[in-house]
Every structure is written in C-alpha cells, then in structure tokens.
C-alpha cells in the first residue's frame, strides 16, 4: 500500500511539473484578461420598401408594402471599468439591441453611452450590480517591434478565441481615398468577430483595440492603439461624445508642399508660440501630416485642454512647438463659413436659409438649408455644432433649391 502512494504520488507530481512548462508567459497573460472579454450580438432592425410589380415606383400607392428584416452581427468587447465595455463603434452601429455576453454566459442588455465612428470607438454600459473584472491599461507609445502579443475575442460567434503573433508596425498608417487611420500592425490573425476584443502583452496590459484585417494580404491585421481610448474615455463618459480641440489654424492643400497654413487666429495659443500664415505643417505628435483628412483623424482624439507637440517647416528649418487645445470660440463655426465662403444663414420660418454668399456658382441666396454631413439641422446652433464636428474634414451640405435637393462638398 506505502509503495502504491509513492507512485501516485510521483505521477502526480510529474504531471505538475510538466503542466508547469507548459504555462508560458503567453498563458500567464491570457488566464489574466480572459474574465474581462465578452461576446458582443446585435439586433438591426432595417425596412425596405417592396411591391410585386418588378418594384415599379407607379405601383408603390396601390401594391406597396414595407418588409422588415432584423439582422445580427457580432463582435467582441472588453470591461475597462465600473461595468464599462470597449468596443468598436461598427461593431454596435445602428443596432436596435446590443447584449452583452461575458464569462458567465449569461447575456445582458447593453446600452450605448457614446463613441466616435471615424475613431471606430465605442462605449457600453451594463446595469448590473455583479461587478465584472476590468482589464489593466498599456501604453500604446510604448511598444517595441517583434514584441509578442494576443489578439482576443469572438470570430464567428466562438467564445474567447485567442492568437498570437509579433507588432510589425507601431504607427501603421492606412491611406485610402475616404479616410487616414493610424494602427498597431500585427501578424496576431484578427478574424471579423474579433473586431472590438482587446489587443494584450504579455504583461496582460491593452495595447490596442481589434479593429481590422487587411484583406489584400493574409496574415496581417491591425489594432487602434489603446492611448486613442484612455485621451477620449473622458469624454464619451462626460458628453456622450469627442469635443473637437481648437487648434487655431486654418490650412490650404498644397499638392506640392503639403499643408500649409493659410491662417492664424491672433488670440490662439499657435500664435502666440510664433507659427504664422506661410509655415507648412510636418507632423503631429511625431506623426507626418500632408493633407486635411490625416490633420483630422490625429486632431479627433486630442479634446480641448490636450497637449500636442506640432512641427512646422519653415524656409527648410523645423520648428517645434508644445500647444495646449482650447474649447472652440462660441459660434466659430458660423464665424469661418462667413468669412471663408461668404455663407451667411438665418431661421426664417421653419427653415435655416442662405442670406448671403460668395460661391453662388454652387450655393444662392435663398437656398434652404437640410443636412450636414447626413445630419438634419433645425437651427443654428446644431449648423454651428456640426461645422465644427466635421472641421477639417468634408463637410457635406444639403441644400434645396426650387424643388430639387443637391449637395455641396467644402473643407476648412
């Protein structure tokens, strides 16, 4: 019998130690996080028109009908705190119902607090009184090429999936003809659910969020960096939104030179640490700027009171500058359109109209005013608010003229 508990007992601490060899640092780090990944399901509710005659628009008083469909979709996320979840904005973007479903597999109603869809970033609130652990925040600024990291989440509905794979690139920036992103690059296999599920070093420390895959190449995959969510976090939980920072400049696309500034405001903190009108803009928290909608993707996640490091060129001398963000001057958004385009609007009636302008080849005195960027606007504020949204970036104007909608593209 003694001779049978030696035995069993050396089995069972072969198995012990070789378990051990086993539990790497990449395991470590998993069994640190994983409670804090959940599963993401959507409910989208879309309606479509439909009539039996070939969709005949002549039918559509007589025989037409509206079909609704509901779609689902799904994703992953992660609690930072407070029963707070990450998550990219498309994955919840236009959904009826969000639910959560964390390690318990139990699933939980979820409710939108706020994001920003040109960061792809969203937050989620549960309510709840379990409290679900959060996970340990890393610093995006700070990584190192070939580091090993763990891309988890959700692909196809699976839970907790994890792979692993090395940052190729720390700053990756993806150019396209509707936008400028800037990601961690990582050959870790990020598959379509896992959009929203964290990206993790073997410290267990979020470095980035599961945006994307490149689907031209296989193998590589790409993460919004984590410091983009700790500098807007604040402020979606504070305004359901991003404040735009005010940089105080104003800049003209040069297909040769790049950005260069066309404008100064004198009481903004840019002129007062000496860039004036004529310097070119070269980069941005070390990042190189050349046209308006990279200047808008980098300024999206800097609300006001942030610091930025900003280089400008001038006569081939690099000049650097520390700014601090301020809030935009009341009604600034009405106050560029006036003096940049000579548009000038007012309420008349139920309508915001054109009272005056200097592009009428484009837009006429009288034209009724009806979105922005997509956006219904009902008075002068919300015109304000959307101009300075969407500052530096395209502003899409919706107007109507003697029976006819058309838009208007403009920058500033």
């Given at each position: 019998?003694?001779?049978?508990?030696?035995?069993?007992?050396?089995?069972?601490?072969?198995?012990?130690?070789?378990?051990?060899?086993?539990?790497?640092d990449?395991?470590?780090?998993?069994?640190?996080?994983e409670?804090?990944?959940?599963?993401?399901?959507?409910?989208?509710?879309?309606?479509?028109?439909?009539?039996?005659?070939?969709?005949?628009?002549?039918?559509?008083?007589?025989?037409?009908?509206?079909?609704?469909?509901?779609?689902?979709?799904?994703?992953?996320?992660?609690?930072?705190?407070?029963?707070?979840?990450?998550?990219?904005?498309?994955?919840?973007?236009?959904?009826?119902?969000?639910?959560?479903?964390?390690?318990?597999?139990?699933?939980?109603?979820?409710?939108?607090?706020?994001?920003?869809?040109l960061?792809?970033?969203?937050?989620?609130?549960?309510?709840?009184?379990?409290?679900?652990?959060?996970v340990?925040?890393?610093?995006?600024?700070?990584?190192?090429?070939?580091?090993?990291?763990?891309?988890?989440?959700?692909?196809?509905?699976?839970?907790?999936?994890?792979?692993?794979g090395?940052?190729?690139?720390?700053?990756?920036?993806?150019?396209?003809?509707?936008?400028f992103?800037?990601?961690?690059?990582?050959?870790?296999?990020?598959?379509?659910?896992?959009?929203?599920?964290?990206?993790?070093?073997?410290?267990?420390?979020?470095?980035?969020?599961?945006?994307?895959?490149?689907?031209?190449?296989?193998?590589?995959?790409?993460?919004?960096?984590?410091?983009?969510?700790?500098?807007?976090?604040?402020?979606?939980?504070?305004?359901?939104?991003i404040?735009?920072?005010?940089?105080?400049?104003?800049?003209?696309?040069?297909?040769?030179?790049?950005?260069?500034?066309?404008?100064?405001?004198?009481?903004?903190?840019?002129?007062?640490?000496?860039?004036?009108?004529?310097?070119?803009?070269?980069?941005?928290?070390?990042?190189?700027?050349?046209?308006?909608?990279?200047?808008?993707y980098?300024?999206?996640?800097?609300?006001?009171?942030?610091?930025?490091?900003?280089?400008?060129?001038?006569?081939?001398?690099?000049?650097?500058?520390?700014?601090k963000?301020?809030?935009?001057?009341?009604?600034?958004?009405?106050?560029?359109?006036?003096e940049?385009?000579?548009?000038?609007?007012?309420?008349?009636?139920?309508?915001?109209?054109?009272?005056?302008?200097?592009?009428?080849?484009y837009?006429?005195k009288?034209?009724?005013?009806?979105?922005?960027?997509?956006?219904?606007?009902?008075?002068?504020?919300?015109?304000?608010?959307?101009?300075?949204?969407?500052?530096?970036?395209?502003?899409?104007?919706?107007?109507?003229?003697?029976?006819?909608?058309?838009?208007?593209?403009?920058?500033?």
């Amino acid at each position: 019998m003694r001779y049978i508990l030696i035995i069993l007992s050396l089995i069972l601490f072969s198995n012990n130690l070789f378990a051990s060899h086993r539990i790497n640092d990449v395991v470590l780090a998993i069994q640190k996080i994983e409670k804090s990944v959940v599963n993401i399901r959507t409910e989208k509710i879309i309606k479509k028109s439909y009539n039996p005659f070939f969709n005949d628009p002549f039918f559509d008083d007589f025989f037409g009908f509206e079909r609704t469909y509901k779609t689902q979709s799904l994703g992953s996320g992660f609690f930072v705190d407070n029963n707070i979840i990450v998550t990219n904005y498309h994955v919840i973007e236009a959904a009826n119902k969000i639910f959560i479903i964390p390690f318990d597999n139990n699933q939980y109603e979820a409710q939108l607090i706020g994001g920003d869809k040109l960061l792809d970033i969203a937050l989620l609130k549960i309510n709840t009184d379990k409290k679900f652990p959060s996970v340990k925040l890393g610093d995006s600024n700070h990584l190192y090429l070939g580091e090993t990291v763990i891309a988890m989440g959700n692909p196809y509905g699976l839970s907790n999936s994890v792979t692993t794979g090395v940052i190729s690139n720390t700053k990756r920036i993806i150019k396209s003809s509707d936008g400028f992103s800037i990601f961690i690059q990582t050959d870790a296999l990020i598959n379509p659910g896992n959009s929203g599920g964290p990206l993790i070093n073997l410290d267990a420390e979020v470095i980035g969020i599961n945006s994307a895959i490149y689907r031209e190449a296989q193998g590589i995959g790409f993460s919004t960096p984590i410091n983009v969510l700790k500098r807007i976090k604040p402020e979606i939980l504070k305004y359901k939104k991003i404040r735009r920072g005010f940089l105080g400049i104003l800049f003209e696309e040069n297909e040769d030179k790049g950005l260069v500034i066309s404008r100064v405001e004198k009481n903004s903190i840019a002129y007062k640490t000496g860039i004036r009108k004529g310097d070119i803009l070269y980069s941005i928290e070390e990042i190189p700027v050349s046209n308006k909608k990279a200047l808008n993707y980098i300024l999206r996640s800097y609300p006001p009171n942030s610091k930025i490091k900003i280089v400008i060129k001038r006569k081939n001398e690099l000049l650097t500058s520390s700014i601090k963000l301020t809030e935009y001057p009341k009604n600034y958004g009405l106050k560029i359109l006036s003096e940049v385009y000579g548009l000038k609007f007012k309420r008349k009636g139920e309508y915001i109209v054109v009272t005056h302008t200097n592009i009428p080849a484009y837009i006429k005195k009288g034209d009724v005013l009806l979105k922005i960027n997509d956006k219904d606007i009902q008075n002068l504020n919300e015109l304000n608010t959307a101009i300075i949204n969407n500052f530096y970036g395209e502003i899409r104007i919706s107007l109507y003229r003697k029976g006819a909608v058309f838009t208007i593209l403009l920058t500033l």
